[in-house]
């Protein structure tokens, strides 16, 4: 532990020099917590050992599940101890750091039942989550003023409804009430939106189109994360370049397991999706400059992605 650790240790306290408001003192505990939980996915992300052939995607192997029920009780814990001075603003930093301690089962690429249920965890928490924000803009307009980490937040719940609804873990879920919730979110999207050409507009037309995707395969596979290198962004990024791949004009642009193991790629005619899966579509974005994704580039566009403060 560095001098920096305790010095944060002693400000999530009281009855010290280093103490802060209550206010603050809160959102630093969850920020401490949060960082507890990225070092224990990062540090305990590994690969598998023994033969691998060349090329091969790396496979990582979770076992940290322990640490996570831990990390889990800690957070209820949490929440529990300060809920009675609980803002409109702590509820929401609170869902916020439940769906990024789960969105990290999507590092699991193990075929195995904890994973799902890590998983369908992290579906509830984006559930929830989102429920919280649409309820809250409802009655609050938060839409109108959602700071720039609560937004990165609602994006990687949508990326993860839209994950979870487009695979074979729907059988396991309310699917209509994730639909609906789903179609919610992308409306909601584009009322955080500034402008056409932000983040958060683009984003919403890219769930859209992902939605009416031709891709049916997908249907029936569990849910698959790819981009393992951003730790907290990765949904985000992953959920683009699937897009990318289909609608952005790079077809080999990260190509899924399915396509790894295929030894020669087969174009195949696009069919609809199923009737059940449809939802009302939005206008189809058509702007160069959303293909090309340049807006990624900016590395601050996603920085602190796994922290509740900016």
């Known amino acids: 532990m560095t ?73 209820d814990e949490i929440e529990q101890q300060h809920s009675h001075m609980f803002s409109m603003y702590d509820r929401i930093y609170v869902s916020a750091a439940r769906l990024y301690m789960h969105s990290m089962y999507f590092f699991d690429s193990s075929p195995t039942p904890t994973r799902k249920i890590g998983i369908l965890r992290a579906y509830a928490s984006a559930f929830s989550f989102t429920t919280l924000i649409t309820s809250l803009d409802s009655t609050h307009k938060l839409f109108s003023y959602m700071c720039a980490y609560h937004v990165r937040m609602f994006l990687v719940a949508t990326c993860i409804l839209l994950k979870v609804l487009r695979s074979s873990y729907r059988h396991d879920i309310d699917f209509e009430a994730g639909k609906k919730l789903c179609s919610d979110a992308t409306v909601a999207a584009n009322k955080v939106a500034v402008g056409s050409g932000d983040s958060a507009g683009k984003l919403a037309k890219m769930v859209a189109q992902v939605w009416h995707s031709g891709d049916t395969d997908v249907l029936e596979e569990p849910p698959e994360l790819l981009v393992k290198s951003r730790l907290g962004a990765s949904i985000i990024y992953d959920f683009i370049w699937m897009w990318r791949q289909e609608f952005g004009g790079v077809p080999e642009a990260y190509p899924s397991s399915r396509q790894n193991q295929s030894l020669i790629c087969q174009a195949k005619p696009s069919s609809p999706p199923p009737e059940t899966m449809m939802f009302q579509p939005l206008d189809v974005f058509q702007d160069a400059s959303f293909v090309d994704l340049d807006f990624l580039n900016d590395p601050n566009w996603m920085e602190c992605l796994e922290e509740p403060m900016s």
């Open 3 to 75: 001098p920096f650790d305790k010095t944060i240790n002693f400000a999530c306290q009281t009855g010290n020099i280093y103490t802060v408001p209550d206010d603050l003192r809160f959102k630093l505990i969850l920020q401490r917590y949060c960082n507890r939980v990225t070092q224990v996915i990062y540090g305990d992300l590994r690969e598998p050992q023994g033969d691998s052939n060349a090329g091969d995607r790396p496979s990582f192997a979770l076992t940290w599940e322990s640490n996570l029920n831990a990390l889990n009780y800690e957070l």
